[in-house]
């Protein structure tokens, strides 16, 4: 059986993974002369970390990565008014809640597990047939059993598959994410909340900190000088470490991204012999830490159902997902407010609330991260790592 993939970042090399591993012939085509070179953070939840771990690579993302601590959100003063720590999660969860590490590292993992042969960077697709299975591509044609759209948020396969669909809209902030330099004083990941305002941080290593951040500003916005002037313009006269890990920040490694989703799900994450997967199915706001967990269960449940009526997979998938990006927007909506009366209120219900109930910040990720993947049949191969 052959797979096409379309698509060489997590959600994407994930699937390819996978579906090597249950023994399909897979080729992935990436446009990029390179696979995603994004110099970022990322956290994995224990969702995800479950997923990984059946195709083998659970541990080692793990090895490579540092295991959140106490995490919570903080008013720009610094005073906390929610927090939890990694103990109390992985009492509640069975493992690991999160981990974090940079997006390159897994990016790295995944491709190295796939191999080069597999592989073709510089390949643009141009269209796809959905009852063939056929991608036409700047590189000529491939034919397979199933093609995997992971083509990312703006998705042309989406588009072509459900043409009536409105697709993605603008969720009303942009984001700004960067590495620095570790302070010399204890750092705990934490998000701080504002008007209309969010910066969070979290510590990769011992070295270095991973940071982003968000505003409510028009979509397209073009800054006036460097992304770091843009954040201290902001963020400047908050709480330490914020203040000098922007001082200490790389200008020219700033990344500045509109967050955009999904507010109308798609009417199946199929189409013939072509599933959508990740952010080509389902995007939504990093307010949870989902968007790359979701994918990857994608990727799992994917392979486990493939060559069967892919009906399987948007029954499995559609649901959850959709739940997800509405909940992530929730929260998104939340960190949105400027007025001060409703940020004030925010806050204060915040900060009753964690007297009232000291789990509030795990409590509603239960059902996101209790799933666990589709358990493998006696037949299945024991995954090592290398597909």
């Known amino acids: 059986m052959k797979a096409i993939v379309i698509g060489g970042g997590i959600g994407g090399l994930t699937a390819a993974v996978a579906l090597s591993h249950r023994g399909w012939d897979v080729t992935v085509l990436e446009r990029a002369p390179t696979v995603e070179p994004v110099g970022s953070g990322l956290a994995i939840a224990v969702n995800g970390l479950r997923a990984l771990d059946t195709i083998g690579l659970g541990d080692r993302v793990r090895a490579l990565s540092r295991v959140q601590g106490r995490i919570g959100i903080r008013r720009p003063g610094g005073r906390w008014l929610t927090h939890t720590s990694g103990e109390e999660a992985a009492a509640r969860y069975g493992g690991q809640a999160a981990v974090m590490m940079l997006r390159a590292q897994l990016v790295d993992l995944l491709a190295e597990a796939l191999g080069p042969d597999r592989l073709r960077l510089g390949t643009t697709v141009t269209g796809v047939d959905t009852a063939a299975g056929v991608v036409r591509s700047d590189a000529g044609e491939f034919a397979g059993d199933l093609v995997v759209a992971a083509d990312g948020i703006h998705s042309p396969t989406r588009r072509a598959i459900f043409p009536d669909h409105p697709g993605p809209v603008y969720a009303g902030v942009t984001a700004w994410r960067g590495l620095a330099p570790r302070p010399g004083a204890p750092l705990r990941g934490a998000e701080s909340w504002g008007r209309g305002l969010v910066f969070g941080t979290h510590p990769l290593d011992d070295e270095t900190v991973y940071f982003y951040a968000t505003d409510v ?91 069967g009526d892919l009906t399987a997979y948007t029954e499995a998938r559609l649901g959850r997902t959709a739940d997800v990006v509405r909940r992530s927007m929730g929260v998104c909506r939340m960190t949105k407010l400027r007025h001060p009366v409703a940020v004030a209120l925010r806050d204060t219900a915040m900060s009753l609330a964690t007297r009232l109930t000291p789990d509030l910040m795990l409590r509603p990720m239960d059902g996101i991260l209790r799933w666990r993947p589709p358990a493998p049949a006696a037949s299945d191969p024991v995954p090592d790592g290398r597909a």
Do not use: K
């Open 217 to 307: 500003v028009p979509a397209g916005e073009t800054p006036a000088g460097d992304e770091r002037a843009e954040l201290t313009r902001r963020f400047g006269g908050w709480h330490e470490p914020i203040p000098e890990l922007l001082r200490s920040a790389d200008p020219a490694r700033i990344l500045r991204t509109d967050l955009y989703y999904l507010r109308e799900p798609l009417p199946a994450m199929h189409a013939g012999r072509v599933a959508l997967l990740g952010d080509a199915a389902h995007p939504m706001t990093p307010n949870l830490g989902q968007g790359a967990c979701q994918a990857i269960e994608d990727a799992v449940v994917l392979a486990h159902l493939a060559g």
